[in-house]
């Protein structure tokens, strides 16, 4: 069945690289997303990728697509304490978005 | 600013009541959705519309309604059949059915 799997928590120090990973079951996903939410707030599209490339990168962000293991990452470089929130990876797949329970990044100083 | 506007932000429903959440977006987008966020677990899909007039059922339909008269706006009405309604509610809308999807702020629902 479908089913996107992340780990609950992250904890880096202010100023390291923050890695978070997903995988997910459907091979036929047209787009992978990455989104982030903060406290009482909705979600904020960061990035996506597109099934047939393995990697994007934008500015801060850092996406990488294995798609024979059906893993996904994502690697904020110099992270900063407003990049504390949760972080929700998401697969397409027709007509409807299937979602990770969520990564909550926490980022001490 | 284009977006996607949700209200109100925090709801009341008594028992045996209907109440309906508001979703307005200016993105001249075709396709909307309603999502279900409980504590701790990710989105899952309540209702979306590809275009006006026309809506399908998600995974969790049961207990709730929607209408999508203008491609402006498709409001939830959550019904006294859903037994359990205490949740966080997030619309969202993109161009396309398949295409990203931008999210209003929620609508966070609590029983009296």
């Known amino acids: 069945g479908e089913d996107v799997e992340q780990s609950l928590f992250l904890s880096v120090r202010e100023g390291d690289s923050s890695v978070i990973n997903c995988t997910y079951t459907d091979s036929s996903s047209t787009y992978l997303y990455w989104y982030k939410q903060e406290p009482g707030a909705g979600l904020q599209l960061l990035t996506y990728i597109f099934s047939n490339m393995d990697m994007k990168q934008d500015q801060r962000l850092t996406v990488l697509l294995n798609k024979k293991d059906k893993h996904l990452s994502l690697r904020i470089a110099d992270t900063q304490t407003g990049d504390s929130a949760i972080y929700f990876c998401?697969?397409?797949?027709?007509?409807?978005?299937?979602f990770g329970t969520g990564t909550r990044l926490q980022v001490f100083p | 600013d284009g977006g996607i506007t949700q209200s109100p932000k925090y709801l009341f429903r008594k028992e045996g009541q209907n109440v309906t959440l508001s979703c307005e977006q200016n993105l001249n987008h075709d396709a909307m959705y309603w999502y279900r966020q409980d504590p701790g677990q990710g989105l899952r899909l309540i209702y979306y519309s590809q275009i006006v007039n026309d809506f399908q059922k998600g995974d969790i339909a049961e207990g709730y309604s929607v209408s999508r008269e203008k491609k402006e706006s498709f409001p939830l009405t959550v019904t006294s059949a859903q037994k359990n309604p205490t949740a966080f509610y997030l619309c969202?809308?993109?161009?396309?059915?398949?295409?990203?999807?931008?999210f209003g702020d929620g609508t966070r629902l609590s029983i009296l």
């Open positions: 969202a809308s993109s161009d396309r059915v398949d295409q990203p999807q931008h």
């Open positions: 998401a697969e397409s797949i027709p007509h409807k978005l299937i």
